[in-house]
């Protein structure tokens, strides 16, 4: 089975305001453990986390083994103040803060750096990507600072521009990535970038009735396009589903995340093959230095 590359371990899947009153006083153990164990049932055994700022990843990896789970962990995001990022990590205003939140992942044993450069789609509206995107200077910076630590780097970007500049500038996997163009995929194929898509994060919305039918089949239209355009560029693939997110449950996440890629790729031979690969890719780089 493959394993979960994307996953926010302190969300339940349905209501996110609930999961943070669940955690905010102190992680709940056992709302911890039976995501587990939906892992464990579905035979996942290696989930890669996105971070929180309630510390949930960080009690998580103490129990993963008991799940014969490897688990890993930024322990939080880190996002520029005044941008996206708030819900899964702390925020920074210059350089030299965001130099002493890498150190502090150090000192909490984080596995990696998770850094937000833009926001997310924006699905009551057209699906456009909300906020403003950070400069390619200050993602450049931010990758170089967590490279030099020793830590690899899980970049949160969408948008065409965004996905390359964060490709070029270094950032080991992009996640999400929609709206990414050709140039973007061939950045990320010349620079051996892992992308995540999440794809069934709009999937599974389709047809709920929370958001536009119109807008959700438009992204995913373009969506499976994209993956499609960079199987063939030779973009490295993982599967990650975004596991917590609304109507992503842990463990079937992972399943739904498959049975996509198998719908927008599914007459292509090697295609476990090459996922597989990029998942190989995650789990040799994005470990504790």
């Not at 056992?30 to 700022?53: C, N, T």
């Not at 899980?154 to 948008?159: A, Q």
């Not at 890629?261 to 093959?273: N, P, R, T, V, Y």
């Amino acid at each position: 089975m493959f394993g979960e590359n994307h996953a926010h371990i302190f969300m339940n899947a349905l209501d996110y305001h609930q999961a943070v009153k669940d955690h905010e006083k102190t992680p709940d153990e056992g709302l911890i453990r039976a995501h587990f164990k939906a892992y464990q049932e579905k035979q996942v055994s290696f989930v890669r986390d996105g971070g929180d700022y309630l510390h949930v990843s960080y009690k998580a990896r103490e129990i993963a083994p008991e799940y014969g789970i490897d688990y890993r962990t930024p322990v939080f995001a880190i996002h520029k103040n005044g941008h996206y990022g708030g819900i899964v990590g702390r925020g920074f205003d210059t350089m030299k803060e965001y130099a002493a939140l890498v150190k502090e992942v150090r000192k909490e044993g984080g596995d990696f750096i998770k850094i937000m450069t833009t926001g997310i789609m924006d699905f009551d509206t057209d699906g456009s990507i909300t906020g403003t995107a950070l400069s390619f200077g200050e993602v450049r910076e931010m990758v170089h600072i967590a490279h030099e630590e020793g830590f690899c780097v899980m970049s949160h970007t969408n948008g065409a521009r965004a996905v390359k500049e964060a490709a070029a500038a270094g950032a080991d996997s992009i996640e999400h990535g929609n709206y990414a163009d050709e140039e973007a995929l061939e950045i990320m194929a010349e620079m051996g970038t892992v992308w995540v898509p999440t794809i069934t994060v709009v999937k599974n919305l389709i047809g709920k009735g929370r958001f536009s039918d119109q807008v959700l089949n438009q992204i995913w239209e373009k969506g499976k396009k994209n993956i499609r355009r960079g199987y063939e560029a030779g973009v490295n693939l993982a599967l990650g589903s975004d596991a917590g997110a609304y109507l992503v449950p842990h463990g079937q996440g992972i399943l739904d995340e498959w049975a996509c890629f198998q719908e927008i790729l599914g007459d292509k031979a090697d295609l476990m093959e090459r996922l597989l690969k990029g998942e190989t890719l995650i789990q040799e780089k994005f470990r504790k230095v």
